[in-house]
């Protein structure tokens, strides 16, 4: 079964860390794309960060350069957000999602695979 599964979220305080873990089952990272989304309450999707198949090259929407890094572990199929210099305005449901092609795609338009989600707050 093809399956992403998020985890890492939780309540943390403004300026503070996260870190964000999608594991997938079922296909390889060699052939599929990671994005990670994220979607705050009354507020649409919006893609966060990438990391292509082939070269492992990183995307970052404006908002979350700087603070946000996207990385990958082959050996264990999983990839990581790590959240740093959380303000309010990051609090969402984070997804992890996978598609193919030839480039990571943060509109999110041709997602074959999306992961359950995970819950970052972060207070003020």
């Known amino acids: 079964e093809v399956q992403l599964q998020a985890s890492g979220g939780g309540l943390v305080q403004a300026g503070g860390s996260l870190r964000l873990s999608c594991a997938a089952s079922?296909?390889?990272?060699?052939?599929?794309?990671i994005g990670w989304f994220r979607q705050a309450p009354g507020k649409e999707r919006e893609g966060v960060s990438c990391?292509?198949?082939?070269?492992?090259?990183?995307y970052y929407v404006d908002s979350v350069k700087g603070r946000f890094t996207i990385s990958r572990d082959k050996a264990k199929n999983t990839v990581y957000l790590q959240l740093n210099s959380l303000n309010a305005e990051d609090t969402a449901v984070y997804y992890c999602?996978?598609?193919?092609?030839?480039?990571?795609?943060?509109?999110?338009?041709?997602?074959?695979?999306w992961g359950q989600g995970t819950l970052v707050t972060v207070s003020s």
């Open positions: 999602a996978a598609h193919s092609g030839s480039y990571c795609d943060l509109r999110g338009r041709n997602i074959e695979v």
């Open positions: 079922g296909f390889s990272f060699d052939d599929h794309h």
């Open positions: 990391i292509s198949s082939d070269d492992g090259t990183t």
